[in-house]
């Protein structure tokens, strides 16, 4: 659904989101944490792509198999601050998360996997609990 996508194409903060959306088929999100991109899928068709920011140096963002647990468009870290975490999609119990938010294009979160905020939004909107999400390093 993405035409001609490529990954050096994204600058921090962009993303691309394909015209039309498959409405079969599971969705699934890998994050790549070398590359600091996320890529959304309906399927087995790339639907989205954006840069993202990951953990910092000193944190960490899992590596693994994870599923969305819990899903608020409004929601506040317990953890920092009270730091407002929009689209929040959590995958694990410690409060890692997908949420919109800064997004510089290199690793700076405290280990939340931040994207820019209408990427964010989409992706929201394409997920449900339970939705497969894979990070890799």
């Given at each position: 659904?993405?035409?001609?996508?490529?990954?050096?194409?994204?600058?921090?903060?962009?993303?691309?989101?394909a015209e039309e959306v498959p409405t079969e088929g599971d969705s699934k999100i890998?994050?790549?944490?070398?590359?600091?991109?996320?890529?959304?899928?309906?399927?087995?068709?790339?639907?989205?792509?954006?840069?993202?920011?990951?953990?910092?140096?000193?944190?960490?963002?899992?590596?693994?198999?994870?599923?969305?647990?819990?899903?608020?468009?409004?929601?506040?870290?317990?953890?920092?601050?009270?730091?407002?975490?929009?689209?929040?999609?959590?995958?694990?119990?410690?409060?890692?998360?997908?949420?919109?938010?800064?997004?510089?294009?290199?690793?700076?979160?405290?280990?939340?996997?931040?994207?820019?905020?209408?990427?964010?939004?989409?992706?929201?909107?394409?997920?449900?609990?339970?939705?497969?999400?894979?990070?890799?390093?």
């Open positions: 659904m993405i035409e001609s996508f490529h990954r050096a194409w994204l600058a921090p903060g962009d993303f691309v989101w890998i994050i790549d944490l070398l590359t600091q991109t996320a890529y959304a899928y309906r399927g087995d068709v790339l639907v989205g792509a954006a840069s993202v920011s990951s953990a910092k140096t000193g944190k960490v963002t899992p590596l693994g198999f994870w599923k969305v647990l819990e899903k608020r468009k409004e929601y506040r870290s317990k953890k920092y601050n009270n730091a407002s975490m929009p689209f929040m999609q959590r995958i694990d119990e410690y409060g890692i998360a997908l949420h919109g938010g800064v997004n510089p294009g290199f690793p700076a979160s405290h280990g939340c996997v931040r994207m820019p905020m209408k990427f964010a939004e989409k992706l929201f909107g394409l997920t449900k609990v339970g939705t497969e999400v894979i990070i890799e390093g």
